[in-house]
């Protein structure tokens, strides 16, 4: 095939230098050797930055995105696509890209038009639910896979069912270095007539140096001449968690072992002529590394495709490389193990330099130019594999293939309304009513939405939700009665509470709320303290009467579990098991075929009941919880849309009792809210797209598709409007109203990452 005339432009996407991390070498790398294997090809590169200033870029990047902005994903995919690109290469791992694990990029992957093959830097065997959806979509979306070694091929079969013949196993890319010998390049780093062992790549605590340290004094007793070599800077994300408490640690361990002499840490990310420095002056090259699931690893790559003797533990990238005598592979943790390895290939200089001959025989194959043409190699096979649509698909781009635009995320208003204390009950018009007070309900929601706001990488870099999720969870501790186990709801202005208990309602939120930082929390000590609240809380809910008290606990519940799923503490699944049978017993008690529901009327965040049903039917798991669940939302669209098609929640001005008259205005948020959430949970659980068009309707009742016409949603201040009256919008911004847009708004963000549209038609 002719390069010329099939493929004259190809985007590399990933991180990119000067960006300190393994991904962007790799992508700056692959894109110059693919440039050199074909100079008549444009290459230029989509670079991610997870900093709101981005970085000193060189003329290669031609375009940015920011890692936490959606929005900035399908601005990418519009560039590509109107620039026609002829193939994307898109470098893959979890963690660099926006949303839960990495969903962001998956916008990305719909819009655009052009081949697409993937390199994949992490191949997870055992993968979370967000994990594996975001799999299997990438998996879909791309037209050929890449892996470095045969162990990624196996686990994509085995795992997630992918043809052979989609994927191309490429080693991964190294510099070319001469082969020779160590002694040429010790002096200039003052090592001359010593054993030099090394480490390198950017320091974390997977990375298990404190093995090696630990295996030293065997080492230095008997081979007096070694130094330790630990090359890298500390991970950018690990120093802003918990600065250099990794790093200080392997020092005073060195210190305590008796070993500081013989081992040096050199805290900066080198160059790559530096790095070839530092590997030529290397004898033995050691990644003691904790876990097996490592399926690709460009440290080791490097070394070994350099001559080097290697000594490694047995995750998958080593036991390949390593295997048939290329290297020592000792188990996991086990610094004798490593001491004995070490000190054997000292002692025998001979079979040292074998491995190293053979190692750099293999490495031929995987310097940058032969790697630059098999990923050549690779584009024109996705090429000839399909065509792209280019330019041309711009007239597919119609309404119904497009993502549905959602505003974009605007707290001022929920920041406004909060101070230290917590959030504030109500507003007058868009200012906060101090006479009225704090409550456990609006802090309960409040948390939840930081959390979900938090996992979901949608924050820009510059906003940070923390102060206020501390605010907040310190409101529900202090609500907390420890000798009752109940949660108080209203707080005066004064800090006064102004009852012992709350309603069992109230009780059941917080609980909502605590279950949600024990479960999806990344603050640690959030996380523990929402755990040790849920733990107090959650027994009083064994006497409650209210199906709604128990429909929060269940959502609370499912939060929970999903971080603490074996709790020896506290008998969760059995208080799941028995929430759940409360309210199937109430549909059957109630139940009929013209009255499908769970009480004499329908009140308000009805749409609850059904998704905690629905997710107990999913997860227990009960079939039958899971149908009523089901069957019930169908009921509540049924009678919450009106003729023209829109969204018209039952209104609170009377509700809805069976055999009467609905009510149908003072129409409230928290309807909506409820509505989109429980319609995405059954589109989880059944893939019916029935349900994403009911959330959308729902969703856009705040935003003008409603009895009126007029938004509830303002704009300007992020508010929302506290209800919907026959002949006008109630302009108070309070609390309940203002969260529920965010939350909906936030629960539409995430489901439209995993929620597909509808494919542009041929031309």
């Not at 979509?137 to 013949?165: C, F, H, N």
């Not at 030099?196 to 008997?222: D, H, M, N, S, W």
């Not at 330099?353 to 130019?369: F, L, N, S, T, V």
């Amino acid at each position: 095939m002719n390069r010329t005339t099939s493929t004259q432009r190809i985007a590399f996407l990933g991180d990119y230098l000067p960006r300190l991390c393994g991904i962007a070498t790799f992508t700056h790398d692959a894109c110059e050797s693919v440039a050199q294997a074909a100079p008549e090809i444009e290459c230029f590169v989509g670079a991610v930055n997870d900093r709101p200033e981005g970085y000193d870029y060189p003329p290669r990047v031609r375009f940015e995105l920011q890692e936490k902005d959606l929005h900035s994903y399908r601005r990418a995919a519009d560039f590509l696509n109107f620039n026609n690109v002829d193939v994307l290469c898109v470098q893959h791992e979890f963690g660099i890209y926006g949303g839960p694990a990495g969903s962001h990029l998956l916008a990305l992957l719909k819009e655009v038009r052009m081949p697409v093959v993937t390199t994949l830097h992490t191949i997870l065997r055992e993968p979370n639910a967000a994990q594996r959806k975001v799999m299997d979509e990438l998996v879909s979306r791309s037209d050929r896979l890449i892996v470095m070694a045969r162990k990624g091929a196996e686990i994509l079969r085995e795992t997630y069912q992918v043809p052979d013949a989609k994927v191309d196993i490429i080693p991964h890319g190294i510099p070319d270095m001469p082969f020779a010998g160590s002694d040429v390049y010790k002096a200039q780093f003052g090592v001359e007539g010593r054993h030099v062992l090394l480490t390198f790549g950017l320091l974390g605590p997977g990375k298990g140096i404190e093995y090696v340290i630990e295996a030293l004094p065997e080492i230095v007793r008997q081979h007096p001449n070694v130094v330790y070599l630990v090359l890298g800077a500390t991970h950018p994300h690990l120093i802003a968690r918990e600065g250099e408490r990794y790093r200080l640690s392997l020092q005073r361990l060195a210190e305590d072992r008796g070993v500081k002499d013989h081992v040096i840490f050199y805290n900066q990310f080198v160059s790559q002529e530096d790095l070839k420095e530092f590997i030529g002056a290397t004898d033995i090259y050691l990644t003691p590394y904790l876990n097996e699931a490592q399926v690709t690893s460009g440290t080791l790559a490097y070394v070994f495709g350099a001559g080097k003797a290697v000594v490694s533990t047995p995750y998958w990238h080593a036991q390949e490389l390593l295997a048939d005598g290329r290297g020592a592979l000792v188990p996991f943790r086990n610094a004798p193990a490593i001491s004995t390895a070490v000190c054997a290939l000292l002692d025998d200089p001979a079979r040292k330099q074998k491995i190293c001959q053979d190692a750099y025989a293999i490495g031929r194959e995987m310097i940058w130019p032969a790697v630059g043409r098999r990923f050549l190699e690779s584009f024109q096979h996705a090429r000839a594999d399909r065509k792209a649509q280019s330019r041309a698909a711009f007239a597919g781009w119609t309404l119904s293939s497009r993502p549905y635009a959602l505003p974009p995320l605007r707290l001022d208003h929920v920041v406004r309304m909060s101070d230290s204390t917590g959030i504030y009950q109500h507003a007058i018009f868009n200012v906060p009513n101090f006479h009225e007070g704090y409550c456990t309900d609006d802090n309960a929601r409040s948390f939840i939405l930081c959390n979900l706001l938090d996992e979901s990488g949608s924050l820009p870099a510059t906003q940070s939700l923390d102060g206020l999720a501390t605010s907040y969870l310190a409101f529900l501790a202090a609500a907390l009665n420890y000798e009752t186990g109940r949660f108080r709801n209203f707080m005066s202005h004064g800090r006064q509470w102004l009852e012992e208990a709350g309603s069992e309602d109230s009780h059941g939120r917080a609980l909502w709320a605590v279950g949600t930082g024990a479960g999806r929390s990344r603050n640690e000590g959030h996380r523990k303290l929402s755990a040790q609240l849920f733990q107090r809380g959650l027994p009083a809910v064994a006497s409650f009467t209210s199906p709604r008290a128990w429909t929060f606990t269940l959502l609370g519940i499912h939060e929970y579990l999903r971080h603490y799923p074996d709790d020896p503490k506290t008998n969760v699944k059995a208080m799941r098991a028995l929430l759940t049978a409360k309210l199937v017993k109430l549909w059957n008690d109630y139940a009929t075929e013209d009255w499908p529901w769970f009480e004499p009327g329908a009140t308000y965040d009805n749409a609850r009941i059904c998704q905690a049903l629905i997710l107990s039917g999913q997860w227990m798991p009960d079939p039958e919880a899971l149908e009523i669940g089901l069957k019930s939302l169908r009921w509540l669209v049924s009678i919450q849309k009106t003729q023209a098609g829109h969204f018209r929640p039952i209104g609170s001005n009377g509700f809805y009792q069976r055999d009467g008259e609905r009510a149908d205005f003072d129409q409230q948020p928290v309807e909506a809210q409820a509505m989109v959430c429980a319609c995405h949970e059954a589109f989880r659980a059944t893939q019916d797209p029935l349900w994403p068009r009911e959330a959308k309707r729902a969703f856009e009742w705040f935003l003008g598709r409603n009895d009126l016409g007029l938004p509830l949603y303002d704009s300007s201040t992020g508010g929302c409007s506290d209800g919907l009256h026959a002949d006008r919008v109630n302009e108070n911004q309070g609390a309940e109203s203002t969260l529920a847009f965010h939350l909906a708004l936030a629960e539409m963000h995430h489901a439209e990452q995993l929620i597909l549209p509808p494919p542009a038609p041929p031309l």
